[in-house]
């Protein structure tokens, strides 16, 4: 029997590694396992251990970062993230496989190069290659975690990302264009650490706070990048502000999950009770108008099925 088909709680492996998830969990949460501490807890091989992860996450036993237990709680729903990787462009054969493995974590997560490169199959050296390649095409963006204690730098933890559709924003017009003045004051005003600035330095962050918006930013995103952290304490606000502007790109790439397809609607037929998917709002027989597998018309009696 193949691996993927077998209960976890039938696998001795995978009974050990989510213990050792659980007793990180209790022990310190804020620092999560590599995979190769997961193995040497355990007794793998690192691409041992990643089998089985993927076997618990597949289950519903983890998270979609592959560390968190869940203890019995679902998995988290994917939304298509796989099916859109699938279905997207790539520069290349390899990058699509890479794509299409971050997909399997989720529409955004958290993973190393290393686990990644075990993952898709290839070399760590491969992955290196290719990441440039997805973050240029603007399917594929990355942020450091960095790892920091009383002000000093620890290193890092794998890096976060995030699916991106590879298509822009576009510029506002009409009456969205008229309202950005009094977005960007709203956005300004909600900065928590932009303080004890005159009104000339809260006037021009506006008025950068707008050429952003009108380029396509939404609201979310931009507060998002500018307000972080609500401790921050900047020595120059208007200087910092400023930097932060500078860092983001022209133009607002969409994530992907904003413009994936929903998956569609599911109900069963009210006769067979074959699985059926419809964009439909009410009962349906999984011919439409007649059940395919005994070919009867709809009865108003039967009992309806609503789409969830």
């Given amino acids: 029997m193949a691996h993927r088909e077998i209960n976890p709680d039938d696998c001795a492996n995978c009974r050990t590694v989510f213990g050792a998830l659980v007793d990180r969990q209790k022990v310190d949460p804020d620092t999560p396992l590599t995979t190769e501490e997961i193995g040497r807890i355990v007794g793998l091989k690192k691409r041992a251990a990643q089998v089985h992860l993927a076997h618990l996450f597949a289950c519903g036993r983890i998270d979609a970062d592959r560390r968190t237990p869940l203890y019995g709680m679902s998995q988290p729903v994917l939304f298509g993230a796989q099916e859109w990787a699938a279905s997207v462009l790539a520069p290349d054969p390899t990058c699509a496989k890479c794509l299409v493995a971050l997909a399997g974590i989720g529409w955004e997560g958290q993973v190393s190069m290393e686990e990644l490169a075990g993952i898709v199959g290839v070399g760590l050296r491969t992955i290196e290659r290719h990441r440039p390649h997805l973050v240029r095409a603007d399917l594929l963006a990355f942020r450091a975690v960095p790892v920091r204690k009383n002000g000093k730098n620890l290193g890092r933890r794998p890096d976060r990302f995030r699916l991106m559709s590879g298509l822009t924003a576009p510029r506002l017009e009409g009456a969205a264009l008229a309202a950005v003045p009094a977005l960007a004051d709203a956005i300004v005003e909600r900065v928590r650490w932009f303080t004890n600035v005159t009104e000339v330095e809260r006037a021009l962050a506006a008025r950068s706070v707008a050429w952003c918006l009108r380029n396509g930013w939404p ?71 007649v059940c395919l597998e005994v070919g009867t018309a709809d009865q108003p009696s039967a009992p309806i099925f609503r789409i969830a």
């Avoid at 900047?234 to 400023?242: E, F, K, Q, R, V």
């Avoid at 790109?249 to 009210?270: D, F, L, N, S, W």
């Fill in 219 to 289: 609201e979310d995103a931009l507060l998002s990048a500018l307000d972080a952290t609500e401790n921050r304490q900047a020595y120059n606000p208007s200087g910092y502000l400023a930097k932060l502007l500078r860092k983001l790109p022209t133009e607002y790439v969409i994530p992907a999950q904003q413009v994936a397809a929903p998956a569609p609607r599911q109900t069963v037929c009210r006769i067979c009770r074959t699985a059926v998917k419809t964009s439909l709002s009410g009962h349906v027989l999984c011919g439409g108008a």
